[in-house]
């Protein structure tokens, strides 16, 4: 299985910073990298395909970079209803895998 | 817009079968350009791939669930079904149904979870 591995797992940030996660594969994946936000109590929500491209409806205030094994999710302009946790997930081959979380919280 | 509800018990005995079905709304599951599958997440914990089907009857499982999963397509009714043998406290999660694109691997939508807890 190829394991992911996200950092930081916890963070805190105030309204208005810019937060950056990262997410490191075992194996090179090529750009099969999606991004999620999930809040307490609901689904996640993609947010993020293909390592960079941005999901229908999600603000450009999201971006994400990388290939190969080591991409980054990142968030400008933190905005209140961003603080929630973050997964990746890799799509490369089977079985599908998720990065461990990280919770971003308010500062 | 495409919508997925997942339906079951919430109480399952150990070493009984967990059954889940997910109905699907606003679109087919016969498409060659989707799979459909299961998500689960314990308690406080992060998520797990359980597997995927298409409407041929393909399926993709986790080989740490394979020997005791089952996950059918009823294309006739729009809805997915699983089925997971001799559960213990450790399969106690939320299981989320989950649309999967082959094309850029991402998971989209999810159905809103429902929580499954295995006790006696």
């Known amino acids: 299985d190829i394991q992911m591995t996200q950092s930081p797992s916890f963070m805190s940030a105030s309204v208005g910073d810019r937060v950056t996660i990262t997410c490191r594969a075992s194996?090179?994946?090529?750009?099969?990298l999606a991004w999620y936000q999930q809040k307490p109590g609901k689904a996640p929500k993609l947010l993020i395909y293909l390592g960079s491209t941005l999901q229908s409806g999600v603000p450009s205030r999201f971006s994400g970079s990388g290939s190969g094994t080591d991409f980054t999710l990142t968030i400008n302009s933190l905005q209140p209803e961003d603080f929630a946790t973050y997964y990746c997930q890799q799509a490369n081959i089977f079985p599908l895998t998720f990065g461990g979380g990280t919770k971003v919280e308010i500062k | 817009q495409l919508q997925m509800q997942e339906s079951g018990p919430g109480l399952v005995k150990p070493s009984e079968t967990l059954s889940l079905t997910c109905h699907v709304s606003?679109?087919?599951?016969?498409?060659?350009?989707?799979?459909w599958g299961w998500i689960r997440q314990p308690p406080g914990k992060g998520l797990e791939w359980i597997g995927i089907?298409?409407?041929?009857?393909?399926?993709y499982y986790n080989p740490s669930l394979r020997s005791r999963l089952t996950i059918s397509i009823d294309t006739s009714k729009n809805q997915l079904s699983l089925k997971l043998n001799s559960v213990t406290a450790a399969d106690t999660a939320v299981y989320y149904c989950v649309r999967w694109s082959s094309s850029s691997g991402c998971l989209d939508p999810w159905g809103q979870g429902t929580q499954v807890t295995v006790s006696s």
């Open positions: 606003g679109g087919s599951l016969s498409s060659d350009d989707y799979h």
């Open positions: 089907g298409l409407y041929t009857g393909t399926t």
């Open positions: 194996q090179v994946i090529s750009s099969y």
